[in-house]
């Protein structure tokens, strides 16, 4: 049975599912992902309103009548719209433009009409079928146009490309005909995480969403790769015109590219309330300076048009995020080289030394420059972390401050440490930490390696500890248990923390993303 995924029609076994067909196509797809299934290529018009129609001069775009006497015209152009392309336009006066014949089984009436300008009519010259044409006026008139008994034989009104209309004459021709596809087109859709669901002849498959990267604003490109986490993107907001995701809100981002905010269109709020948001569009939206274009949607606004809260969506860039962060100097050099890009190094040349800063920062960057230089340390050197689940604020708190919520590798800055007092305090950010309620304060006692945080019922909210012996009475940072949020603990060798001085940067990395 003939099926289509992602758009390419295939030949699959009878009884095949979603799984067999993501097996056998090597589709991209991540576990867990919602896939969009549409019955066919019937079901997906079914609510299509507007068309494109392309000419050699430009385009017109028309909006269907849904009224119900025009709805034998409508189901004739929805199956018949084809039939107009590559015709030539039959003739243009400065009332109206025709393209055709085609043949139909539409009847003709004699019947005079008043039409009014932008108004599409079907009308069988001659009162034959074999000569149906298509009828856009550009200006009113009253006429007989032996048009069917329907709706006078309108079926559809101009609402785009009125200047391409007064430009057209006799020797021009339609090139093509295209539906638009809106969200309204697709969501009657399936949207599925079954993947054992079996197909049926004509079903639509759609599995991932692909974009392209606006190369005019570098930095709120790379906010839009650390939303990607293991190739997909989790959904947590839904509307009618958009699809938010917020997992970086808060994360201050400069104003570069600003456009239309068409459908498909990826945008990353810079200023004013939820800065750091990010948006896909599924309706058009006007132009804001508040709002960086990112990128498009080229592939899978179907599953866009059909998501919901909390549903998380494959994604497959059409440019990688070159982020040489955790990875050792060998793996650097060969993804560079796969790109095209040069590798410099500064410091350690080892090739299992991890890279934990890179310069330029940004992929976009990178590949304008042609080259990268990396600084990388000892595997032993980068501080691993095994965060809890139990004090949500206080760890988004840690990786904002540090940089892990955007990259693999973050930065501490040693605050105070004093030999002998088995502790070390690196520096925060008391305005960011504002708003660090109470959470996982210890009870007992402080086990050694913990890392903890001052919450804001202490004057030094913000400050990062860690101590390098248990204690009863205080936390990481020297406060009291009630001002003290546990973070996570320690998982590699850090006794060399406690020789540190003051000022010293300290490399940190989540334990489950080790190179």
């Not at 009104?157 to 004459?169: D, H, P, Q, S």
């Not at 200023?271 to 960086?292: A, D, Q, S």
């Not at 982020?323 to 590798?343: C, F, I, R, W, Y």
Request: glycine share 6%; with cysteine; charged share 30%.
């Amino acid at each position: 049975m003939l099926i289509k995924i992602n758009g390419e029609e295939i030949d699959v076994a009878e009884g095949s599912s979603i799984q067999d067909v993501i097996d056998e196509t090597n589709a991209p797809y991540t576990p867990g992902s919602i896939v969009c299934l549409i019955k066919g290529k019937k079901e997906l018009e079914k609510n299509i309103d507007k068309y494109k129609i392309k000419t050699n001069k430009g385009s017109i775009i028309i909006q269907l009548d849904e009224s119900d006497d025009a709805k034998p015209l409508v189901d004739v152009w929805k199956s018949q719209y084809d039939d107009f392309v590559d015709l030539d336009i039959r003739w243009s006066t400065p009332t109206e433009v025709a393209v055709g014949p085609i043949v139909t089984d539409l009847e003709p009436t004699s019947d005079e009409f008043k039409y009014f300008e932008g108004d599409v009519v079907l009308s069988l010259s001659s009162f034959s079928n074999e000569s149906t044409h298509l009828i856009i006026l550009k200006e009113n008139t009253t006429n007989v146009y032996s048009v069917p008994p329907y709706n006078k034989g309108i079926f559809a009104r101009v609402i785009g490309g009125k200047k391409t209309l007064e430009n057209l004459t006799d020797d021009d021709k339609v090139t093509s005909i295209e539906p638009i596809i809106e969200r309204s087109t697709t969501t009657d859709s399936a949207s599925t995480s079954d993947l054992s669901t079996v197909l049926e002849d004509g079903n639509e498959l759609y599995t991932y969403i692909s974009f392209d990267i606006n190369e005019e604003s570098p930095v709120c490109v790379e906010h839009l790769f650390a939303i990607i986490k293991d190739g997909r993107i989790k959904v947590s907001y839904d509307s009618e015109s958009f699809l938010g995701f917020y997992d970086l809100e808060g994360l201050e981002k400069p104003k570069e590219k600003t456009t239309q905010r068409t459908r498909g269109t990826i945008t990353v709020r810079n200023t004013g309330v939820g800065v750091g948001k990010l948006f896909i569009y599924r309706e058009n939206r006007v132009l804001t300076p508040n709002h960086t274009t990112v990128g498009n949607i080229v592939k899978g606004m179907e599953i866009i048009d059909i998501a919901k809260e909390n549903d998380f969506i494959t994604v497959k860039s059409e440019q990688q995020r070159l982020v040489l962060l955790n990875h050792t100097q060998a793996e650097a050099s060969k993804m560079l080289s796969e790109a095209g890009v040069e590798h410099l190094i500064d410091g350690l040349i080892d090739d299992d030394a991890i890279i934990v800063e890179q310069n330029p920062r940004h992929t976009i960057d990178i590949l304008k420059e042609g080259q990268v230089i990396t600084k990388a340390v000892k595997k032993e050197d980068i501080c691993k972390i095994k965060f809890v689940d139990n004090a949500p604020r206080s760890v988004r708190y840690f990786k904002l401050l540090s940089g892990l919520l955007e990259n693999p590798v973050g930065q501490i800055k040693v605050h105070f440490a004093v030999p002998g007092m088995h502790i070390v305090i690196f520096e925060g950010d008391k305005k960011t930490a504002k708003g660090l309620i109470p959470e996982n304060n210890p009870v007992d006692k402080v086990i050694r390696g913990q890392i903890g945080i001052t919450n804001m019922s202490a004057k030094s909210a913000g400050l990062i500890g860690v101590r390098f012996e248990d204690n009863v009475e205080f936390g990481p940072t020297a406060e009291t248990f009630g001002a003290t949020n546990i973070v996570g603990d320690i998982v590699s060798d850090y006794e060399y923390l406690e020789k540190l001085k003051e000022g010293v940067v300290v490399y940190v990395t989540e334990s489950n993303h080790e190179s």
